[in-house]
């Protein structure tokens, strides 16, 4: 395959899950049973952010003409170690190892083994060459590099057994928001769901809020309104009664709509069910710091990312800000 016929691929894959047959839509359902915490709607939002940003024939060319890109080359094996924490999360790996023509090596994650392994199989049934350059495996030794993503302890087994290969090796990352009081209310829905999107389990949720001294917090509260279908959903209700309990126990002062447990906390990493907030002076100080922070992945704010576009990245918008299409360029 030549680039075009990478990219054209891609696109067909974009217009398969944009169909929705009756085979997609079980292998979703399949999903839904084995991980609960992939609700059909935000399945389908994952989805349709995929294909409006990733798929499309014009967003491609215009991504991969940022780089030198040879037509053909002589691929190398490339190991993917994949996150579940939302669905189909390691999907822009999956793609920008395809796209460079490299063959991929992919272990999946046990909680999200349907989704990626079903447009897999369409791509192999559809397109047989690409059976040759994207395969599933459990076990990924042999390969020429690696891209593995997952919490802090997996980090530091994968560098320690990949040390000696080119390697991209993500750690736990979050997100924040800085706001400046002055928002809209349509401003505030959107960060709501910046916040709830996945049940706030992806690393672009924003699982803090910096605000200003005096902040009125009950129009946010307000936006938050949108998501209190969340307390009918068991394994989300079971996380905030308990972290309900902790504040209570620990005297500890909080807020809530009766859904998301507002806390003051200087962590940026916020348990489920709760956002940590902080009190700022400066904007211009807050700022500064929160870019010099390591472990956060995006800042949304008018000084940021726009409100309500945190789950929804253009293809240049790499995890952790590493160029994942340059550093396959040169392995």
Request: hydrophobic share 40%; charged share 20%.
């Amino acid at each position: 395959m030549n680039l075009q016929n990478r990219i054209d691929i891609l696109a067909a894959l974009g217009e398969y899950l944009s169909k929705n047959d009756a085979v997609w839509q079980e292998a979703k359902r399949q999903a839904q049973a084995k991980n609960p915490w992939f609700t059909e709607n935000f399945i389908e939002a994952a989805v349709n952010n995929i294909v409006e940003h990733y798929l499309s024939v014009e967003k491609l060319q215009f991504w991969v003409a940022q780089y030198t890109l040879k037509d053909r080359q002589i691929p190398k094996k490339v190991g993917i170690v994949m996150a579940g924490n939302i669905p189909l999360v390691g999907f822009h790996d999956f793609l920008t190892v395809f796209i460079s023509g490299h063959q991929q090596h992919i272990k999946l994650s046990s909680k999200d083994d349907v989704l990626l392994a079903h447009l897999v199989s369409f791509l192999h049934q559809t397109f047989p060459e690409t059976q040759h350059q994207i395969i599933l495996l459990d076990n990924l030794k042999g390969c020429d590099a690696y891209i593995t993503t997952g919490g802090n302890q997996s980090a530091n087994y994968f560098e320690y057994y990949f040390s000696q290969y080119p390697s991209i090796i993500r750690r736990n990352k979050t997100s924040v928001a800085v706001l400046t009081g002055e928002e809209s209310n349509q401003e505030l829905k959107k960060l709501a769901e910046d916040i709830h999107l996945y049940f706030g389990l992806g690393c672009r949720n924003v699982t803090k809020i910096y605000v200003p001294n005096g902040y009125d917090f009950l129009p946010l509260l307000q936006s938050f309104e949108a998501f209190k279908y969340f307390r009918d959903f068991q394994k989300y209700s079971n996380n905030y009664d308990y972290q309900l309990s902790l504040a209570l126990l620990n005297h500890q002062y909080y807020m809530t709509n009766e859904n998301t447990l507002l806390i003051e906390n200087p962590s940026i990493f916020s348990p489920i069910g709760v956002l940590h907030y902080e009190y700022y002076e400066s904007l211009t100080t807050v700022m500064a710091s929160l870019q010099e922070n390591q472990d956060i992945q995006c800042i949304v704010g008018k000084e940021g990312i726009p409100f309500g576009e945190a789950q929804s990245p253009s293809l240049d918008a790499y995890a952790d800000g590493v160029d994942t299409l340059a550093f396959l360029l040169t392995i």
